[in-house]
């Protein structure tokens, strides 16, 4: 099992209150949208006074940057680790999709947010995230296309399939519900294996290893 309570916590290193007040800004967020949420709602929610809120945060439009920024960046982690883990060009795949579909899922509220919201933050803010977008991009770009390369996959648009690959681990944030019947092990097994397909891996290789399977 690679992700530990240490390493799986996006508000890691942030101290008792700001993560309360993080969380609770999360969930008015997702439940009223960025400007339908108001301070007064997120402080009360947090067990803080508004005065309470600036100490950590001077605007609203702070907090919904705080948010998306780590979001982003441990989703981003998440990916890197998944490729420093694995050799070759097929398992970092598998690894990438399996484990960027199933962090949607764990943290399908946080990851809502930072999507649905991108609009909503100011051009500085977004300019920084938009940095971190990239960076996962091509970091699915650059493997898959080393697929190409090794004769593992067969694809003639490899910007195309990062975009489409991409799209699937996102989308999950829209419709998983947890304690439903699929978990985010169970999504993370099952697109890593649609992904290898689409990508034109033989199947034998792109059966995910077993310990992969049982430990997430």
Known sequence: ??????????????????????????????ARGYHGASTRDIAAAAGMSPAGVYAHHRTKADLLFAISEAGHRH???VCERAVEEEIGPLARVRALVHDYAA???????LARVVQYELDALLPDHRAVVVDLRRRTEQL?????????????????DVDSATLA????????????TPGGPRTPVGIGRSYAGLVLSMLGADSPAAA?????????
Do not use: K, N
Not at 140 to 156: H, L, Y
Not at 165 to 176: E, F, K
């Open 165 to 176: 690959v991409l799209s699937l681990g996102i989308d999950v944030s829209r419709w998983y």
């Open 103 to 109: 962090w949607h899922a764990r943290h399908h509220l």
């Open 140 to 156: 699915f770009r650059q493997e898959i296309q080393a697929g190409v390369d090794a004769g593992v996959f067969r694809t003639d």
């Open 75 to 77: 989703a981003l982690a």
């Open 1 to 30: 099992m690679r992700a530990t309570m240490d390493t799986d916590d996006p508000w890691d290193g942030t101290g008792p209150g700001s993560r309360r007040l993080l969380e609770a800004a999360l969930a008015a967020f997702a």
């Open 208 to 216: 995910p290893p077993q310990e992969r399977a049982s430990g997430r």
